[in-house]
């Protein structure tokens, strides 16, 4: 739009021809115009009203214009900050960590574990490894950014249902065990039966926790295996049946289950005779089964059972040691009965400040007759001075 010239009608000399005058308007200039009729009024307005609907207009049209360039821009630069951030994080030495960690939690299913133990196995893996300088909070930030396959998606649910980098979140790990994408993933469909069995993030459902244990176990999960024969035993979402609980024990363990071969040897099995022949003398293999892979319980038990002649000839050193063995993995039990070997001499000298430490360590495990044996050390000054207070 340019400069408008308008007519301005005036009386010059008594003659009543019209005179024109050029008006150029501008932001600067203030116009006075005279008119001697309505219709000249009505012209101007008109002539003013549409000038201002194309000024609307043309304002409209490049406020568009630059709204959706903005609109462009931004998303290119979303774009490109996306990419940007994943080319960083992006690493394929990230990428394998990630999928020998998963390879990682499959052994640790499979050969069977500590109650509650698996977290700090994964941390220890993830945060001792630096082959490549990758921890668990590098990996953590790598799995929100890329969520495109099994095992990622995966190993994030596995970090909040532990609790690994963030808060423990069950709900969401639930969510991602049973993503489509992972439907068919063996440890994703396993800690499905998981978060059934105790609810976790989820109502319980113990009869989808036998669905899920029984559908790994059959493609070999071996920790599956070992579910669905603790399922049998204790009646949990099936009918109890031990005869059936030992069969699945027995494959577990034959595939290397340190739980199966712990829970063949306990009172569900050989050593009580409950679903099977009483035989203690394989219930004390099975305990040294899982002994020897460092499991304190499995080594409580085997020093239990020499120490008793239960299932084998009594030997009071092979109970001391195998009791000095689940001691230092943390045994409060073992930590009572190592006490008493050294305050009455069992296998080892008699040793009452070393079964004062023993007795005070299970005391402070909060192991009841631990407590009571420090009371009874204070009581006699056994390895300490007496302490009539402390003894109560």
């Not at 821009?73 to 992006?90: D, Q, S």
């Not at 700090?120 to 668990?136: A, E, G, K, V």
């Not at 579910?227 to 009646?235: A, D, I, L, P, R």
Request: hydrophobic share 30%; charged share 20%.
């Amino acid at each position: 739009m340019g400069n408008h010239h308008l007519l301005s009608p005036n009386k010059s000399n008594g003659n009543s021809s019209r005179s024109t005058k050029s008006t150029t308007i501008s932001s600067n200039q203030i116009i006075n115009i005279n008119f001697t009729s309505e219709k000249d009024v009505r012209g101007f307005r008109n002539i003013r009203s549409q000038s201002m609907r194309a000024i609307k207009r043309e304002i409209m049209h490049v406020f568009c214009l630059l709204r959706t360039y903005v609109i462009l821009t931004l998303k290119k630069c979303v774009e490109l900050t996306a990419n940007i951030y994943r080319y960083i994080f992006w690493r394929p030495d990230v990428k394998t960590m990630v999928d020998k960690t998963v390879e990682l939690i499959f052994e640790l299913i499979n050969g069977g574990t500590e109650w509650n133990s698996e977290k700090q196995q994964i941390l220890n893996y993830l945060n001792n490894n630096n082959d490549h300088n990758i921890n668990s909070k590098i990996i953590y930030n790598w799995l929100l950014i890329n969520q495109n396959y099994s095992n990622s998606i995966f190993l994030l649910g596995c970090f909040n249902y532990y609790g690994i980098e963030t808060n423990k979140n069950y709900e969401k790990a639930y969510k991602l065990f049973v993503n489509k994408s992972v439907q068919n993933h063996i440890l994703a469909l396993y800690y499905v039966g998981h978060c059934y069995m105790f609810g976790y993030g989820t109502l319980k459902d113990e009869k989808s926790a036998f669905k899920y244990y029984e559908m790994v176990a059959n493609k070999g999960c071996v920790g599956g295996q070992n579910n669905v024969g603790y399922c049998y035993s204790h009646g949990k979402g099936v009918k109890k049946d031990l005869k059936k609980a030992i069969s699945w024990y027995e494959k577990a363990a034959n595939n290397g289950n340190a739980n199966a071969q712990r829970n063949l040897g306990v009172k569900d099995c050989y050593e009580y005779g409950n679903g099977t022949i009483k035989s203690k003398k394989l219930a004390i293999e099975y305990y040294e089964k899982v002994a020897n892979k460092n499991f304190p319980y499995g080594q409580f038990e085997t020093g239990y059972c020499y120490f008793h002649g239960i299932g084998t000839k009594k030997d009071l050193k092979k109970a001391f040691y195998w009791y000095d063995k689940a001691v230092n993995n943390g045994n409060i039990v073992a930590m009572y009965n190592l006490g008493h070997c050294y305050k009455e001499g069992l296998g080892i000298k008699k040793d009452n400040n070393k079964a004062f430490e023993l007795f005070k360590q299970s005391a402070e495990g909060e192991y009841p007759s631990g407590i009571t044996m420090l009371g009874y050390c204070y009581g006699e000054g056994i390895g300490t001075k007496i302490d009539k207070h402390k003894s109560i």
